[in-house]
């Protein structure tokens, strides 16, 4: 068993960091970060408060997207020299959906230790307390900004059981919502997890037709940050098997039609649902 908290030299440790409240750090975390000689951090700014709260004076360098590469060289030269190195992000784990991979395996390749410091991690603390299945899970990260290549990728999770998790932006939430219903079908249940471990902390789940639905509703529903949660596919009604007659009429108006359009025109018609019907339709483009 590794328990050590005084670093060793030449080491890289990869040091959780709260995602809200500064309470959420291990014992051993405040104890590398105030020992290793040098901390590597996202946002110097951002990560200063942290430190002056527990007290750490370590000195810090920016490592962060636009300088990973660079700086990466150069922290192993420093590990090669025997400098002991804490990485930590902005918030939660480093590396998840966030800086740090491109240093890890350089210090990796270079034959050099990496220690995790495990803590916080939006994905864990949203699932541990979402409801869903936690057997099997897929992280999706963030979606793509763009309409279009979110569609496509949202469409090319509609088949998949694992529960699904995604990072959402509060600009983007209602959005995605909206996306999934179409895609996944209003009955299939998700959860929003926001402002985790912070004061104005939500979790709530529903369908997506009823979450998109509470979502927009409330623009403060909309503040801060989100971690969206999706059932896994089985279990759900399948789109697949809409009957005959409303294949033949939602086809025929989607030739013509845009496809939101078609869906509903064509639900009113037969009385199929909606979401199965656009379902159809994308499945049918593809
Ligand atoms: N490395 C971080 C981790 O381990 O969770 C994630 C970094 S990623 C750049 C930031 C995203 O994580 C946010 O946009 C949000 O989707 C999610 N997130 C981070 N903190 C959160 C919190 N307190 N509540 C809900 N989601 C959070």
């Keep these: 068993m590794r328990s050590e ?45 942290l430190l002056h709260h527990y007290g750490i004076n370590t000195p810090c360098i920016a490592l962060h997207e636009h300088n990973e ?17 804490a990485l930590i992000s902005d918030a939660g784990t480093p590396l998840i959906s966030d800086p740090g991979f491109h240093l890890v395996s350089m210090v990796r390749e270079r034959g050099h230790r990496v220690v995790p410091i495990p803590g916080p991690s939006a994905i864990l603390a949203a699932l541990s307390a979402s409801g869903l299945p936690v057997d099997r899970f897929c992280f999706e990260g963030f979606l793509p900004a763009k309409t279009g290549a979110r569609q496509k ?12 998790i995604f990072y959402e932006s509060p600009h983007r939430i209602c959005a995605t919502l909206e996306q999934m219903e179409e895609i996944f079908g209003g009955e299939r249940w998700a959860v929003v997890a926001r402002e985790l471990t912070k004061t104005f902390e939500t979790i709530h789940g529903d369908t997506l037709e009823k979450l998109s639905a509470w979502v927009a509703g409330d623009s403060n529903r ?4 989100f971690v969206l949660l999706v059932q896994g596919a089985a279990g759900c009604q399948p789109a697949a098997g809409i009957d005959a007659d409303a294949q ?14 078609a869906a509903e025109l064509a639900a009113r018609i037969t009385g199929e649902k909606k979401n199965r019907l656009y379902r159809h339709i994308i499945d049918d483009k593809q």
């Design 5 to 49: 908290t005084i670093p060793s030299p030449g080491t890289l440790y990869v040091v959780a960091t709260p995602i809200g409240n500064l309470a959420d750090i291990t014992y051993r975390a405040v104890a590398i970060l105030s020992e290793v000689q040098l901390i590597a951090a996202e946002d110097t700014r951002h990560s200063a408060r």
């Design 222 to 225: 909309r503040r801060g940050e």
């Design 153 to 164: 990728r949202i469409q090319a999770l509609a088949d998949e059981t694992r529960t699904l």
């Design 248 to 261: 033949r009429v939602v086809e025929i108006l989607a030739a013509e039609l845009p496809s939101r359009q």
């Design 69 to 85: 590469r660079e700086q990466a060289a150069k922290l192993v030269e420093r590990l090669e020299g025997g400098t002991s190195i």
